[in-house]
C-alpha cells in the first residue's frame, strides 16, 4: 500500500513521474515498421506479436498528458477569478504557446533545408509559400496536424487552456452532466457534422483535461477519502486491460480501439503510477522530466535517420528489435541534444523545453 494517506500528494507524486515514461510512449508511437507475417518464423512472429502489443499500448500517453495536464492546471485553484485566469495564461503563453511556435518553425527549416540538399519537395507546392509557412502551425499540408506531427496535442491543450473558465464553470456547476455530454461527444465523433471538417478526434483534449481538472478542484473531497491502491486493484484492471488488448489484436472495432486506447489503457497507468510512485527507479525518472519537451519535439525529425541505423544491424524482419532499437536511439540523440544544449545555450535550451528545468 502506499505510504501517504493523502490522496492529493498521492496524484501529484504518481502524475510527475509519469511524464518521462510517457515522453517515451509519445515517441513509439511514431516509429512504425511493416510485418510481413508469411516471411517469417513461428519465434518472429511471437516477436512481431510483441511489437503490435507495444504500438497499442503506447496509445495511452496523449489522454494521461491531458489527464496530467487538467489536474495540474486547477490544482492550486480554490477560486478562478479573471486574475487567476489571466496569471495562467501569461505562464501557458510561455511553457505552451511560445515552445509550440519555434519547434514548427524548426521542423519547418528542417524540412526546407532537406528539400534544398535533396531537391524534392516535402510537399507538392513547396514550402516556400507563405500560406505553407501558415498553415504549418496548424493543419499542415491538408492534414490535421501542424508540421511538427507530434504536437498536434499541444496544440488542441492550448485551445482548451483558454477554454478553462468555461470548463471550470461547468465542473463547479453540474460536473455529471458536463462530463457525460463530453464523453457521449467523444464516442460518436465520427458522426457529427465536425468529422467532415476535422477527421480526427477533437473531444480528447477536452474531455481528459476534463477528467484532470474536476479531480484538482474537487481534490478536498477527495483527500477526505481513504485510499489505497492495493494490489487487487492492480490485478484486476490490469487483467481487464490485457484482454482489451488481446481481443483488439483480433479486431479492429472503434468502440474497442477507444475503450482500450483511452480507458482501460489510463486507468490502468494512472492506478500503476498511485501504487508505484514512492519507489526509488520512481523517484529518479523525475529528475529526467526536464528533457521531456525535447522528446516530443525532437523526436519526429530524427526518426527516419534513427531507423535507418538500427537497419544497418538488424535483419528487417526482425520488427520488434527494429522497433526497440530506434526508440532507444532516438530517445538518447533527444536527451544529448537537450543536455548540450542547456549546457551551452541554457536560454534557448529553458525557452525550447517552456521554461521547464
Request: a positive charge; charged letters at 10%.
Amino acid at each position: 500500500m502506499l505510504k501517504s494517506n493523502n490522496l492529493t500528494e498521492q496524484i501529484i507524486q504518481g502524475f510527475t513521474i509519469l511524464r518521462f515514461p510517457l515522453a517515451i510512449f509519445v515517441i513509439m508511437q511514431h516509429h512504425n515498421f511493416d510485418i510481413d507475417w508469411d516471411a517469417v518464423n513461428t519465434w518472429t512472429q511471437i516477436e512481431n506479436l510483441a511489437y503490435r502489443v507495444l504500438k497499442i499500448v503506447d496509445k495511452v500517453a496523449v489522454p494521461c498528458f491531458y489527464v496530467i495536464s487538467g489536474f495540474f492546471f486547477f490544482l492550486n485553484v480554490s477560486e478562478f477569478k479573471y486574475t487567476v485566469y489571466k496569471k495562467k495564461l501569461s505562464k501557458r503563453f510561455r511553457s505552451l504557446i511560445v515552445p509550440f511556435i519555434l519547434w514548427n518553425i524548426i521542423a519547418y527549416l528542417f524540412l526546407l533545408c532537406k528539400d534544398i540538399v535533396t531537391g524534392n519537395n516535402t510537399i507538392p507546392e513547396g514550402l516556400l509559400h507563405f500560406d505553407s509557412f501558415m498553415w504549418s502551425f496548424l493543419l499542415f499540408n491538408g492534414g490535421t496536424t501542424p508540421i511538427n506531427a507530434p504536437l498536434w496535442f499541444l496544440r488542441d491543450l492550448i485551445v482548451v487552456v483558454f477554454l478553462t473558465p468555461l470548463i471550470y464553470l461547468c465542473i463547479k456547476k453540474c460536473p455529471f452532466i458536463f462530463l457525460s455530454v463530453l464523453i457521449v461527444l467523444f464516442f460518436t465523433f465520427d458522426k457529427s457534422p465536425l468529422y467532415l471538417i476535422y477527421p480526427a478526434q477533437p473531444y480528447t483534449a477536452p474531455l481528459f483535461f476534463s477528467i484532470g481538472s474536476f479531480i484538482a478542484i474537487n481534490r478536498h473531497k477527495f483527500d477526505k477519502m481513504h485510499v489505497n491502491v492495493t494490489n487487487t486493484a492492480i490485478i484486476s484492471i490490469t487483467l481487464i486491460y490485457v484482454i482489451c488488448i488481446f481481443l483488439l489484436l483480433y479486431s479492429d472495432t472503434p468502440l474497442l480501439q477507444t475503450i482500450t486506447f483511452n480507458f482501460a489503457g489510463v486507468l490502468f497507468t494512472l492506478l500503476l503510477a498511485l501504487r508505484i510512485y514512492n519507489t526509488k527507479f520512481c523517484q529518479s525518472l523525475i529528475k529526467l522530466n526536464s528533457t521531456c519537451f525535447f522528446l516530443f519535439a525532437l523526436h519526429f525529425l530524427l526518426i527516419n535517420s534513427c531507423q535507418s541505423i538500427v537497419q544497418w544491424f538488424i535483419p528487417k524482419e526482425e520488427v520488434l528489435w527494429l522497433f526497440i532499437g530506434s526508440v532507444i536511439i532516438n530517445t538518447l540523440l533527444c536527451m544529448f541534444s537537450y543536455y548540450a544544449c542547456r549546457k551551452v545555450f541554457p536560454n534557448v535550451a529553458s525557452v525550447l523545453s517552456g521554461g521547464r528545468s
